[in-house]
């Protein structure tokens, strides 16, 4: 990852490697919003970022890295976890923020990252680690909390119960094979829910229904 700019003590005053830095930031996620990684060049960015080429590659070694600390930078932001009283309450809030987000121009560039990341496994590695695995370790532990208190079954395995509510997401987003909406997110929680839950929960349910 590329240094901040206020840590940058060679090359060009403070005050221009930063002008320098939030330009560049600007013409990556301009371009993306335009057309897709595979399409984007370094001449291109440089060009629109008003920047030499060499100056591009002096602060990230490629194209995907500097695509990578946009994403970071502009995008991504940081891991917030949603307040709630139950970890359903707060697996849901998780769910709609993902699709609100993918349906943005953070959901195309995520869609290119996992694209490029088919020839080069560095970057899946890299949006793993610095992106996912922060935000699947918390539900993890939202999931370990939900067992505590008796929502879920004690004996689910958390990784695989994530995957079950997730993966259909990112299968919609990358496939496009149908609507990305909060109704789709409810459902699918809703229903994966359902196979996990104790089973004096679903017999109280059950009966429930049926009075």
């Given at each position: 990852?590329?240094?901040p700019a206020s840590t940058i003590r060679r090359g060009r005053p403070l005050s221009q490697a930063?002008?320098?830095?939030?330009?560049?930031m600007d013409a990556v996620y301009e371009?993306?919003?335009?057309?897709?990684?595979?399409?984007?060049?370094?001449?291109?960015i440089a060009r629109r970022a008003k920047v030499g080429k060499p100056t591009l590659y002096k602060w990230w070694p490629s194209k995907a890295a500097l695509i990578m600390a946009m994403f970071y930078e502009r995008l991504a932001g940081k891991l917030e976890a949603p307040k709630g009283a139950t970890a359903e309450g707060?697996?849901?809030?998780?769910?709609?923020?993902?699709i609100k987000e993918f349906n943005g121009l953070f959901g195309k560039v995520m869609a290119d990252l996992i694209a490029e990341g088919q020839s080069d496994p560095s970057i899946l590695k890299e949006l793993y680690e610095g992106h996912?695995?922060?935000?699947?370790?918390?539900?993890?532990?939202?999931?370990?909390?939900?067992?505590?208190?008796?929502?879920?079954?004690?004996?689910?395995d958390p990784e695989l119960l994530i995957?079950?509510?997730?993966?259909?997401?990112?299968?919609r987003m990358l496939l496009r094979l149908g609507p990305l909406t909060e109704q789709f997110g409810s459902d699918l929680i809703g229903q994966t829910l359902r196979g996990v839950r104790p089973a004096?929960?679903?017999?109280?349910r059950g009966k429930a229904a049926r009075g």
């Open positions: 990852m590329p240094k930063a002008e320098s830095h939030a330009a560049i371009l993306l919003e335009k057309r897709p990684a595979s399409e984007l060049t370094m001449e291109a707060v697996i849901r809030a998780k769910m709609r923020h993902l996912i695995k922060l935000r699947r370790e918390s539900t993890v532990a939202d999931i370990e909390r939900g067992k505590a208190n008796g929502e879920f079954a004690p004996d689910i995957d079950s509510m997730f993966a259909p997401v990112y299968y004096s929960t679903k017999s109280h």
